[in-house]
């Protein structure tokens, strides 16, 4: 902090005999490089320039640009994009196509914030033509990403997979090891999505002696839960995948259980029958009181009914019919799955 309170000043004693317009310059192009190392220094920057102080639009146009990139990196998530306007109507015509191609990239992320996707895309393809042929180039790994992410979440998974894939092959080629690994989380995840089991499997094989060797603990519980789902739904035996599930614990989890993982084990507890083990696990789901969507209630509404037909309790599985009934009214649909009741 020391440091960049130094900096800071020494900035702007070197731009005091300076005009207004090359102080402001200067103070935004400080904000732009800190952005990179010190988002949260940067942000305190770009916010003590008054944009309506800057006497050109370009200055204007700049700070709005820098702005708004700067809230993308602290992750403060804008959903209005009142602030980046400046840019997009400045740049339009009278910017770069490096300044186009991030304008039209932070003004994708506020679309992609507002859950607005098909928007998103088309802004984010926006971005990528901009960038040309600079194939190496960071905003090329994140633009990507980000059509991969659009595409998963119309459900368009061809496409989603092929961005994904460019995003992990530039990552790669960029050295940035972590983002590598979470477009294979991505890649791995989508195949899921799609039903590929044995797309899945050629991902997984890639991707886990990697996370290994990088020691990433979170993404190989990640990876060991979207691998003991992969292996279920291809009907390999249960007691084998909760084996190995359990190993994966004792290894990068001090031997306890993820909450993601509760609702796969109580699943696979009730394919083997034990009523017991499914029980514990549906109560753990419902003591995190976590705010499911509908389909997410939906698998639990499955879950408590198959808990129940192991135990016989024929009343309590009438009352969580009338309950599935209740939730599949729109509605009602915001109802709490742990408000489900058994004794």
């Known amino acids: 902090m020391k440091q960049f309170v130094l900096l800071v000043s020494l900035i702007c004693l070197f731009f005091a005999c300076q005009s207004p317009a090359r102080r402001a310059e200067a103070l935004i192009d400080a904000a732009d490089s800190l952005s990179g190392i010190a988002p949260d220094s940067a942000l305190w920057l770009i916010c003590s320039i008054d944009p309506d102080t800057l006497p050109t639009e370009r200055l204007r146009a700049r700070h709005a640009l820098v702005h708004s990139m700067i809230l993308d990196k602290c992750f403060i998530d804008l959903q209005d994009d009142s602030l980046i306007l400046p840019a997009v109507e400045y740049f339009a015509e009278h910017g770069s196509n490096r300044e186009r191609m991030q304008t039209y990239y932070y003004w994708a992320r506020i679309a992609e914030n507002a859950q607005q996707f098909t928007l998103s895309s088309e802004r984010f393809l926006m971005a990528e033509h901009f960038l040309g ?27 989603a997979v092929r961005h994904y894939r460019r995003s992990l092959d530039l990552f790669r080629a960029l050295g940035e090891q972590v983002n590598m690994l979470r477009m294979y989380e991505y890649l791995a995840t989508t195949y899921r999505m799609m039903g590929d089991y044995d797309g899945f499997d050629s991902i997984y094989a890639e991707v886990w002696p990697q996370a290994v060797d990088f020691d990433d603990k979170e993404m190989l519980l990640k990876l060991s839960n979207l691998k003991a789902g992969n292996d279920f739904f291809r009907g390999i035996d249960p007691r084998k995948i909760i ?76 009352n969580l019919k009338d309950y599935s009934t209740l939730i599949s009214t729109p509605c009602l649909s915001g109802v709490n799955c742990g408000e489900v009741g058994y004794s």
């Open 133 to 159: 042929d600079d194939t190496l180039d960071r905003y090329a790994a994140l633009i990507a990403r980000c059509l991969g992410d659009a595409y998963s979440l119309e459900y368009d998974f061809v496409p």
């Open 243 to 318: 084996d190995r599930l359990y190993a994966t614990y004792a290894l990068y989890h001090d031997g306890s259980v993820p909450e993601n993982d509760y609702p796969f084990l109580a699943l696979a507890y009730g394919e083997l029958g034990n009523a017991d083990s499914t029980r514990f696990f549906l109560k753990e789901i419902d003591a995190i009181n976590f705010p499911f969507t509908l389909s997410q209630q939906t698998g639990l509404l499955y879950l408590h009914e198959q808990m129940l037909k192991l135990e016989g309790d024929m009343a309590q599985l009438i």
